[in-house]
Structure formats: structure tokens, C-alpha cells
């Protein structure tokens, strides 16, 4: 491949002239243009809409939009949409949704919805003066900001607190203005970020006209002011929960599976190794869901996988136990959604995943959310601990297997056919069809 040249400009060519400039820098095949072409939706509307969500959009990279029927969540009957590659995740939800749909279904409690962010700035002076001074400091950060929060406020959000936090072992003279907020069901972020950066003006302002001040403790220098995406007071927990004999038709195979589930859980929650995979397994199913419902999958993942090392250690984050003879399994994390606003409210699969799991509120859905994690964790821990992860997914990946082969549609299904009780390997699929092709 060649070495592109360094351009100036870039994102003020049009969408074509971009591709030119790629497919000569690049030396691309002629026929790029062709392929780009032919994932743009024809429909000029919507494709706009689709290009305006990100920067030198060239076309649209598309990836299935499916369901997993069945999950009962606090006794409602519901479909999840899920976007994902990996056809194995929408397999093990829709299983775990089955299952549990029969043993009393999955369980949520949200315990808070408090979300956060901090002005950070260095201040040259003794802290005590400031703190002195903070209750004076706080009611102008709390004028200032009125503009910005009433709308929130009517909705029952808004500013829920503000702390000042000194902290030397960070930085010499480094401050923070530590904020809480309620954004009810948007997902807040530029709410937050508006708010914080006035309020690193009104810090700047007040320091300045301060009477009580020294000259050289007039100056606060803020560093910047940005929401946080790890939320622990914006969390949920779900559940599951039923007899150990419920657990399978056979007593003894009962017991055996609740006895190395929780083993399995177990070593989740002490080995870095193992709890790593196991969390990326929760957020399988967490990060489908997300997708689907333009949610910011990216910051879910920062807040969980920060919250799973709260403790000192990274850990896995569900739990599961035997209790009075009754097997439990369940994830406790933080989930900050939005249900109005941003790409939720502009991408037409996004509204049609919002009509299909029922129009929740932001509490709602942080419960689902949770529920496609414990769902996806749980189908994989139980494969884990039976047949083996394999056996499963590679029955699901068979399918990829045999078009990045390319074989023909007869092909195909008797491929599928052979398979069916067979384990699958790219070998074994390789193998079977040079057989079969003489």
C-alpha cells in the first residue's frame, strides 16, 4: 500500500471528492466506488441523516439489526433489539431469555441515577480559605448555571449537589469542583459538560473580583471541566433466582451445574485472567442492546470496567451463590442511558428498537441493559461448565465459515446439514468440502 500524502482540507471535499482522493492515494481498485455505493441507502433523507452522525462519512457499514424474544423482566413479557457481528450473542440471549422465562424471570432494582463531573483547577493558596469561602462560591456557580438547568429542573433533574475536593497527591495546588446531577432520561452529556464549563467561568470570575484574595490568589487556572463516565451512584442490580433442582430435569445434573457455576463465578471475582473474558461476556449482550437503542456503548463499558476494579482489584462483576437450597446469579454495575435526545432520537432503527422494547423510561432500560448482561453472562458460564464454549460457537460461526469460503447455496445447506451434529471447525469445514467436492 502506498503512504497517503498529508492533506489540509480534507473534511470540506465533498463525499466523492474524498473517495477520489483515497482511491489515487491508496492505489484502490476503480471498482471502491461501486462498493461504497452500494451500502449508501437509496432513500436521500435517511442517508443524509446516517452520513450527519459522524465526520468523512464515505458510506455505511452495516451489521444485523435482530431480536431475542421471551426475557421476563419484573414479571413484563418483552423482545430485546440487538445489534451485534457475533451471531453467537443473539443465540445465547434469546436461550437464557427461555430459560429463565419459565423459572421466574430476571429481577432489577436501580439503586441511584445520580450521574457526575468535575471542574478540575489549581488555585495558589491555603485550601482552608477556599473551603471558608465555598458556600459563597457555590451559590454564584448555582446563579449562574440557572439558566442552563431550568428546563431540567422542570423535568425533575438538574444539579443535585456540588463538593469542592483538595487534592495534593495529585498535583500540587489541584482542585476540583466535584458536581452531581439527575438528567431523568436523557443521557445528559452535553447538559453536563454546558454546566461544568459555566461554571469554570463563574470560578475564574468569582476568584478574580474576591476582596478577601491576595493578588497572586486571584488567578485559579481551570485545567478543564468534563463530565465523568464512571457513575457509581448510577447503578443497577438483576437478578435470577430459582430452586437448585429448577436448574435441569435431572436432580443430580442439578446440583452439579449450580455447584460449578458459582465455582465459575467464583474464580471471576479473584483472577484477573478469567475476569477480564468474563466481563466481556457481560457486555456482549449489555453492548447489543446499547447499539440498538443509541446508547454510548463506549462509555457504559469505561464506567463498568472501572467499577470493576473499585475494589482494588479488576474483578468480574456478577455474582452468583446457593442460599437455603436456592441458586442465585447476579450483576451489580453502573449504567448511565439516555432515552431522548442524540441518536435515539434521530436514527430510525433506534426509534424502531425504542417502539419494540416497549418506549422504557431511562431507569427502565438501565434494568434491560443489565438484563442482556446477566442473560449473555449467564449462557456463557453454563457452556463454560458443560459442553464447553466451542460447541456453541462454533455451530453459530459456521455459517461465516462457510461464505468466507465461498460456497454456493447447495453447498451451504448440506454443509449445515452435516454439521448439525457434528463439531465444526475451519478444518473440519475445509475437510468436508473437498471431500464432497469430487
Given amino acids: 500500500m502506498t503512504e497517503p500524502k498529508i492533506i489540509s482540507g480534507f473534511s470540506k471535499l465533498d463525499r466523492l471528492q474524498k473517495i477520489e482522493w483515497l482511491i489515487e492515494q491508496l492505489k484502490l481498485d476503480k471498482e471502491t466506488l461501486e462498493q461504497l455505493n452500494r451500502f449508501q441507502l437509496s432513500e436521500q433523507a435517511i442517508q443524509q441523516l446516517i452520513a450527519d452522525l459522524s465526520e468523512n462519512q464515505l458510506s455505511n457499514f452495516h451489521l444485523p439489526f435482530s431480536v431475542a424474544p421471551n426475557f421476563r423482566v419484573d414479571n413484563k413479557v418483552l423482545t430485546f433489539p440487538l445489534v451485534t457481528e457475533e451471531s453467537s450473542v443473539v443465540a445465547a440471549l434469546a436461550k437464557a431469555a427461555g430459560y429463565w422465562a419459565k423459572r421466574g424471570g430476571f429481577h432489577t432494582e436501580i439503586i441511584g441515577t445520580e450521574k457526575k463531573g468535575q471542574v478540575h483547577f489549581s488555585w495558589n493558596g491555603k485550601p482552608e480559605k477556599l473551603s471558608e469561602s465555598f458556600s459563597e462560591l457555590k451559590e454564584e456557580l448555582e446563579r449562574d448555571v440557572a439558566p442552563l438547568t431550568q428546563n431540567m429542573e422542570k423535568r425533575g433533574g438538574g444539579i443535585t449537589n456540588i463538593r469542592l475536593k483538595h487534592l495534593p497527591e495529585v498535583r500540587p495546588n489541584y482542585y476540583q469542583l466535584d458536581v452531581a446531577f439527575e438528567t431523568c432520561n436523557a443521557m445528559g452529556a452535553n447538559f453536563i459538560n454546558s454546566c461544568l464549563e459555566q461554571m469554570g467561568k463563574t470560578l475564574k470570575n468569582w476568584a478574580k473580583a474576591n476582596g478577601d484574595f491576595r493578588d497572586d490568589e486571584k488567578e485559579v487556572e481551570v485545567i478543564m471541566a468534563i463530565l465523568s463516565n464512571y457513575v457509581p451512584n448510577n447503578r443497577v442490580k438483576v437478578w435470577v433466582e430459582c430452586p437448585v433442582e429448577d436448574l435441569d430435569s435431572d436432580a443430580d445434573q442439578a446440583h452439579a451445574l449450580a455447584m460449578k457455576f458459582v465455582q465459575a463465578v467464583h474464580i471471576s471475582r479473584h483472577d484477573v485472567s478469567r475476569a477480564v473474558t468474563h466481563n466481556k461476556g457481560i457486555f456482549n449482550g449489555i453492548d447489543a442492546l446499547a447499539i440498538a437503542t443509541g446508547n454510548d456503548f463506549r462509555a457504559i463499558e469505561a464506567g463498568g470496567h472501572a467499577f470493576a476494579a473499585s475494589s482494588g482489584q479488576y474483578r468480574g462483576l456478577s455474582n452468583a451463590g446457593i442460599t437455603n437450597g436456592n441458586f442465585w446469579f447476579s450483576l451489580e454495575m453502573p449504567l448511565a442511558v439516555g432515552v431522548v435526545g442524540g ?18 423510561s431511562a431507569r427502565q432500560l438501565m434494568g434491560y441493559l443489565a438484563v442482556a448482561g446477566l442473560a449473555s453472562n449467564w449462557s456463557a458460564v453454563r457452556a463454560l461448565v458443560t459442553t ?11 455459517s461465516n465459515i462457510l461464505n468466507s469460503l465461498q460456497v454456493s447455496d447447495e453447498q451451504k445447506q448440506a454443509a449445515m446439514l452435516y454439521f448439525q451434529h457434528r463439531e465444526v471447525s475451519f478444518s473440519e469445514v475445509q475437510n468436508y468440502l473437498k471431500e464432497h467436492a469430487k
Fill in 343 to 360: 441518536v435515539t432520537s434521530l436514527h430510525p432503527l433506534a426509534k424502531l428498537a425504542m417502539q419494540i422494547i416497549g418506549q422504557p
Fill in 388 to 398: 464447553g464454549i466451542q460447541k456453541g460457537h462454533m455451530k453459530m460461526h459456521l
